[in-house]
């Protein structure tokens, strides 16, 4: 019985040294810090928020597309260039539909920056997607624009040519001039939407994309991040004790046998 005791006493100083051992090496590790950040995707599209009036949020494959966007390499990259490569980001949707910014770096200031940053970098990077499409949108509408034009004056010039020899001989050019006055009319309604559009796409183009909603900005916290020190010293305090207590028992089993 004493055997026993004293053999329960060894393990018990034995499982203590090691969780302190495993206390301090936790303690000693690298600091670090966890900052988060929480937005709503807006709506991609300007004239989508205009027509809402100025209300609303993206769409479920809207909000799908930024989480792509947040995890492109693009992001890191710029992330990278202001805040150096020591850190992780982690996107994910929340269950009403939000997105979640986590930043870990071994200072909390810098952690809660790339946090905030990555939303910023995101907008920006889209801002930039969408004034490319639209610029490329625009030059397609004005080209097609000045095809029309020219078009509209070749008709016009024609059918004040035919409308001047209608005079002298109506019925033969009659069906003619119809015809021509409806391609006409086609080409100026086709031609006067255009110009509308190209209005639009001129505004478009260098008006903002809608930034995104943050509901909670990141902040510098002095909590580390990952798990306590404390903690792992606790929980392999308890795994040594177990394994030795385990070991004994076996070898007790075995001497009786």
């Not at 709503?40 to 300007?46: A, I, N, R």
């Not at 990555?118 to 997607?129: G, L, N, P, T």
């Not at 969408?130 to 080209?143: C, E, T, W």
């Not at 010039?157 to 005079?167: K, N, P, T, V, Y």
């Amino acid at each position: 019985m004493q055997k026993v005791n004293k053999m329960l006493r060894k393990q018990i100083v034995m499982s203590i040294l090691a969780g302190i051992l495993f206390f301090v090496i936790a303690f000693l590790r690298p600091a670090r810090y966890e900052a988060e950040t929480i937005f709503f995707v807006p709506l991609t599209l300007l004239e989508k928020q205009i027509e809402q009036n100025g209300i609303g949020f993206g769409s479920p494959i809207e909000v799908d597309a930024h989480l792509e966007l947040m995890n492109s390499q693009s992001l890191k990259s710029a992330l990278i260039s202001r805040h150096g490569a020591d850190f992780s980001l982690e996107i994910s949707k929340t269950r009403n539909g939000a997105v979640q910014v986590r930043a870990e770096a071994g200072d909390p200031i810098v952690a809660a920056y790339i946090a905030n940053g990555a939303v910023q970098a995101a907008d920006s990077i889209k801002q930039r997607m969408l004034r490319q499409n639209v610029g490329m949108s625009f030059d397609v509408i004005q080209g097609r624009t000045l095809s029309l034009k020219k078009e509209e004056q070749v008709l016009r010039q024609g059918l004040d040519s035919l409308r001047i020899e209608a005079q002298t001989d109506s019925l033969a050019l009659a069906a003619l001039v119809f015809r021509k006055e409806r391609q006409y009319g086609s080409v100026v309604v086709e031609l006067t939407k255009n110009e509308r559009k190209l209005e639009d796409l001129k505004e478009y183009l260098h008006a903002p994309a809608p930034a995104s909603y943050v509901i909670s900005e990141a902040r510098e916290t002095p909590k580390r991040a990952g798990t306590p020190a404390w903690a792992i010293g606790l929980l392999f305090g308890l795994v040594v004790f177990i394994f030795q207590r385990a070991v004994s028992s076996g070898i007790l089993v075995s001497k009786q046998n």
